[in-house]
């Protein structure tokens, strides 16, 4: 595996080089004397697979990012005492893997060493977690809400890790209904950087809202969703499923390229409506939809959101309109939504007693049963369900 370590002076260069050395066996480390304008120079002929740069400025991320555009292959770790955010964020966009600040540790420039080296190792044998696509008939169904308060309530049964991913582009505000943290990069973000997507990448461009629970936030600007395709999709997506248990999708209500390709890799696809007469020929009309696509009876499970057994159209009549599909009800109960989503925290934690608190954390059991093969019965019932 061959590194190369470039800094102003050779003889700090050849000291960093030597600390390198000591990331483990197998290293081809080699020093040299350059700056970042020199960079293409400097890696001509000798192809390593990572070069450490050393005394990085802000002026120096438009000459690295020429040279990961001519050699994509090539990682960079950068230590530079620039720190501000918008640095980090341009190095990121430059093709930089690591940012370590001055002075660099032994211990932890040998630890960026050895993360790049187990990413060069071949992978084991991928688990593939399950995807749950969360799909609003109409704009106002509360399809974000439950996505985001299904995505928690998995994240709390055992050691179940789970990641929220937010593809409502334009619109997308998952994040706001768990946590009040900023997130550092979103959906665009990656994928600007999709050539370089591995488990790293998309770890740290997500929110930690718990040790089991992950999100990806929609962009922040609008104009970001137009950055984003259907390929960059699908790859996040491959990617989450290698990382987490559950993938849990806010897909929107758009039917384009992206949320089809969103839809297309779901094991689950719940599509979210409430009992109205415009949204129940939605409803029919995306039955249509994913009858045309192929999608699988058992893969479609209808969620009525805000349920009242008083409203003017039943449930009977919903089932048959859409053809005896398995229907799940959420009920209705605005306070205690209300006050989840305008604090940012999970409805379980603000108001676990809660009707739709109790009917989440059914449809999470009957998700992922609390012991294989067996479910809950009393909390299924709380649904009505009928297939």
């Known amino acids: 595996m061959k590194i190369k370590v470039i800094s102003p002076n050779l003889d700090r260069a050849e000291q960093v080089a030597q600390v390198v050395r000591g990331s483990g066996s197998g290293l081809d480390v080699r020093a040299a004397a350059g700056s970042p304008q020199s960079l293409l120079v400097a890696v001509n002929g000798s192809r ?24 994509p292959q090539i990682e960079l770790i950068v230590i530079s ?22 002075p660099v540790s032994d211990a932890a420039l040998q630890a960026a060493v050895q993360r790049y080296a187990r990413k060069r190792q071949p992978a084991p044998a991928a688990q593939q977690g399950e995807v749950l696509a969360f799909m609003a008939c109409k704009g106002g169904s509360g399809a974000s809400f439950l996505a985001a308060n299904l995505a928690h309530m998995l994240s709390t049964r055992g050691e179940r890790t789970v990641a929220l991913l937010d593809l409502d582009l334009q619109f997308g505000d998952a994040l706001l209904m768990l946590s009040d943290q900023k997130a550092a990069s979103d959906v665009a973000e990656v994928a600007r950087n999709i050539g370089r997507l591995d488990a790293e990448l998309l770890r740290s461009a997500m929110v930690q809202v718990s040790d089991t629970l992950s999100v990806l936030p929609a962009p922040a600007e609008l104009s970001q969703a137009l950055e984003v395709k259907a390929a960059h999709i699908e790859a996040i997506i491959k990617q989450a499923r290698q990382m987490f248990d559950f993938v849990v999708l806010d897909v929107g209500r758009s039917i384009d390229a992206l949320s089809l390709q969103a839809l ?9 409506l409430q009992l109205s007469l415009p949204q129940a020929r939605d409803a029919k009309r995306l039955r249509a939809l994913f009858r045309s696509l192929e999608y699988p009876s058992q893969k479609i499970c209808w969620l009525v959101n805000r349920y009242q ?50 009917a989440l954390n059914a449809l999470a059991t009957w998700v992922a049963p609390v012991q294989a093969g067996k479910k809950d019965g009393w909390l299924s019932s709380l649904f009505g369900a009928s297939t």
């Open 309 to 358: 057994k008083s409203g003017d159209i039943t449930l009977e009549s919903l089932q048959q309109t859409l053809g005896n599909q398995t229907v799940r009800t959420i009920p209705n109960h605005f306070s205690a939504v209300s006050a989840s989503v305008n604090q940012g925290v999970p409805i379980d934690k603000l108001s676990h007693n809660s009707p739709v608190a109790r």
């Open 81 to 102: 005492a620039e720190q501000s955010p918008a640095f980090l964020m341009k190095a990121m966009q430059a093709g930089v893997r690591e940012v370590l600040p001055p």
């Open 48 to 71: 390593p697979g990572l070069v450490v740069l050393d005394a990085v400025d802000a002026a120096g991320l438009d000459a690295i990012e020429r040279l990961t555009h001519a050699n």
């Open 264 to 272: 297309d890799q779901a094991t689950r696809i719940f599509p979210v």
